[in-house]
Nanobody, 126 residues
Framework: EVQLVESGGGLVQTGGSLRLSCATS????????IGWFRQAPGKEREGVSC????????YYVDSVKGRFTISSDNAKNTVYLQMNSLKPEDTAVYYC???????????????????WGQGTQVTVSS
């Protein structure tokens, strides 16, 4: 059974930090790219970051560059998203997702991702 489970969300003040975890199982972790998406109330889901194990590359949406860092621990089949200098506009439900291939697919597009977690709430207060 393929499973992705997010954790680490919570309530923080502006400028605070959180580290999200995405624990995966049921597929070959190293063959997939893992992306982080978020969806704020009333807004569409957007890609935040992505880590490609095969290509050893990372991607970030412009709004989080310099503040968020994605990393992967293959031994634990887990991807992390370290979020620093959080802003109220970062408030959203954060989802992790797995893509078997991003060929001809933008990393920030949902269409390339086959599996999704349940999401974890991140709330940043001012």
């Amino acid at each position: 059974e393929v499973q992705l489970v997010e954790s680490g969300g919570g309530l923080v003040q502006t400028g605070g930090s959180l580290r999200l975890s995405c624990a995966t199982s049921g597929f070959t972790f190293g063959d997939y790219a893992i992306g982080w998406f978020r969806q704020a109330p009333g807004k569409e889901r957007e890609g935040v970051s992505c880590f490609s194990s095969r290509n050893r590359t990372t991607y970030y949406v412009d709004s989080v560059k310099g503040r968020f860092t994605i990393s992967s621990d293959n031994a634990k089949n887990t991807v992390y998203l370290q979020m620093n200098s959080l802003k109220p506009e970062d408030t959203a439900v954060y989802y992790c997702a797995a893509a078997s291939s991003l060929y001809r697919t933008n990393w920030y597009s949902r269409i390339g991702y086959s599996y999704w977690g349940q999401g974890t709430q991140v709330t940043v207060s001012s």
